[in-house]
């Protein structure tokens, strides 16, 4: 590598730096320009947790709510305004990239209501009016990667929408998820929508994983469980790009992509590391490869810049590696199914108390605006 820092290497060696952060202060201060122009962003993601933060410090929200409370705007409707501005303020941000790479990069990530997470029509409405509201072809529309949410993936996608399946933690699920993103397409080109303006990522969560095993690991407590803490959610990570991968080198896949379709990316999310006993960068500098994104929060971005070491790909050729992982795990009795159901249904659980907290704090803001 010949560039001069890790996150200029990280770009070099084909992984689109996201930040995992958004707030109307870093849009109005210039921070998010800072990070586009020093640390390589060329993205963002949102969720219920980060715009809870935003809007519970600072005072940059202050002035819409009090619009939004003059004219007595309920709750649901003042979030849905403030967010979508966010989004729409920050896909502006990042427009001159998403012009210039033609849609590969640029993205600015927004949710549908957790709530929704398990009622595929609620969830493609909320998709269309979020898409309508933030009007912006570089926005992508959040969608958990639940039974319910396959078929919402599909419909939006048909719809000519560009979606982030969130919350993927399993193998199967990950299949199942690029099976909806390619019925979509075929669905969208059946509809005369032109394949090359939809794009999609699918999430793939890697700490996380590593939280829920680590625990079971050390809750059996020999040397040998012991000795695989830390591992299975890079390994999880890698044998999901062996997926993407082979997913679109199929017949099915390549009629799409002859038609103008794009690729789905693997997006890897929830890369801030956990445990105090792992480094830092491990969730970035484990997991490079040609057409990722990696989405991080500030503080692994700063790691990364600061002593990633990025030396070239370093997920292609892992793939028997990262199967004897999962092999010595599921030997120990440590189901992975059970593992990534559980993650899949904590993983909406948490998002749902987030959104509750995000509506207690503007309900909070609206009535002191009043």
Same mark, same amino acid.
């Given at each position: 590598?010949?560039?001069?820092?890790?996150?200029?290497?990280?770009?070099?060696?084909?992984?689109?730096?996201?930040?995992?952060?958004?707030?109307?202060?870093?849009? +109005?201060?210039?921070?998010?320009?800072?990070?586009?122009?020093?640390?390589?962003?060329?993205?963002?993601?949102? +969720?219920?947790?980060? /715009?809870?933060?935003?809007?519970?410090?600072? #005072?940059?929200?202050?002035?819409?709510?009090?619009?939004?409370?003059?004219?007595?705007?309920?709750?649901?409707?003042?979030?849905?305004?403030?967010?979508?501005?966010? &989004?729409?303020?920050?896909?502006?941000?990042?427009?001159?990239?998403?012009?210039?790479?033609?849609?590969?990069?640029? %993205?600015?990530?927004?949710?549908?209501?957790?709530?929704?997470?398990?009622?595929?029509?609620?969830?493609?409405?909320?998709?269309?009016?979020?898409?309508?509201?933030?009007?912006?072809?570089?926005?992508?529309?959040?969608?958990?990667?639940?039974?319910?949410?396959?078929?919402?993936?599909? #419909?939006?996608? !048909?719809?000519?929408?560009?979606?982030?399946?969130?919350?993927? /933690?399993?193998?199967?699920?990950? %299949?199942?998820?690029?099976?909806?993103?390619?019925?979509?397409?075929?669905?969208?080109?059946?509809?005369?929508?032109?394949?090359?303006?939809?794009?999609?990522?699918?999430? /793939?969560? &890697?700490? %996380?994983?590593?939280?829920?095993?680590?625990?079971?690991?050390?809750?059996?407590?020999?040397?040998?469980?012991?000795?695989?803490? !830390?591992?299975?959610?890079?390994?999880?990570?890698?044998?999901?790009?062996?997926?993407?991968?082979?997913?679109?080198?199929?017949?099915?896949?390549?009629?799409?992509?002859?038609?103008?379709?794009?690729?789905?990316?693997?997006?890897?999310?929830?890369?801030?590391?956990?445990?105090?006993?792992?480094?830092?960068?491990?969730? &970035? &500098?484990?997991?490079?490869?040609?057409?990722?994104? +990696?989405?991080?929060?500030?503080?692994?971005?700063?790691?990364? /810049?600061?002593?990633?070491?990025?030396?070239?790909?370093?997920?292609?050729?892992?793939?028997?590696?990262? +199967?004897?992982?999962?092999?010595?795990?599921?030997?120990?009795?440590?189901?992975?199914?059970?593992?990534?159901?559980?993650?899949?249904?904590?993983?909406?659980?948490?998002?749902?108390?987030?959104?509750? #907290?995000?509506?207690?704090?503007?309900?909070?803001?609206? #009535?002191?605006?009043?």
């Amino acid at each position: 590598m010949t560039n001069t820092t890790p996150t200029a290497d990280l770009s070099a060696a084909g992984v689109s730096i996201w930040l995992d952060d958004l707030s109307r202060e870093r849009i +109005n201060s210039g921070g998010l320009e800072k990070l586009m122009a020093e640390r390589n962003v060329v993205g963002v993601t949102t +969720n219920p947790t980060i /715009f809870a933060s935003a809007l519970a410090k600072g #005072e940059a929200y202050d002035e819409q709510v009090a619009v939004l409370a003059k004219a007595g705007t309920n709750v649901t409707d003042a979030v849905f305004e403030i967010t979508t501005d966010d &989004v729409a303020a920050a896909s502006d941000v990042f427009r001159p990239i998403f012009d210039s790479t033609n849609g590969f990069d640029g %993205r600015v990530s927004i949710e549908v209501e957790p709530g929704f997470a398990h009622d595929a029509a609620a969830t493609i409405a909320q998709a269309k009016q979020l898409w309508a509201k933030v009007d912006r072809p570089n926005a992508l529309i959040k969608i958990p990667a639940t039974v319910e949410g396959l078929e919402a993936i599909t #419909e939006t996608i !048909g719809a000519g929408i560009s979606v982030n399946v969130t919350l993927i /933690f399993s193998l199967e699920r990950y %299949r199942e998820v690029i099976n909806a993103y390619l019925s979509g397409l075929e669905k969208a080109k059946a509809a005369g929508i032109d394949l090359s303006t939809l794009h999609s990522v699918a999430s /793939f969560f &890697v700490s %996380r994983v590593d939280t829920e095993i680590d625990k079971r690991l050390d809750a059996i407590g020999t040397d040998e469980a012991k000795a695989l803490k !830390g591992k299975a959610g890079v390994a999880n990570a890698q044998l999901a790009y062996e997926v993407f991968e082979s997913a679109f080198t199929t017949e099915r896949a390549q009629v799409l992509l002859a038609a103008g379709a794009n690729k789905q990316r693997p997006l890897w999310a929830s890369t801030g590391v956990k445990d105090p006993a792992v480094l830092d960068t491990t969730y &970035v &500098v484990e997991l490079v490869a040609h057409e990722v994104v +990696n989405t991080m929060p500030e503080k692994t971005l700063e790691a990364t /810049f600061d002593h990633g070491v990025i030396a070239g790909d370093s997920i292609t050729g892992s793939y028997a590696a990262a +199967n004897a992982v999962l092999d010595q795990i599921a030997a120990q009795g440590i189901s992975y199914e059970e593992v990534t159901a559980l993650l899949e249904k904590e993983g909406v659980e948490k998002f749902i108390v987030s959104w509750n #907290e995000l509506l207690d704090t503007v309900t909070a803001a609206l #009535e002191a605006a009043k």
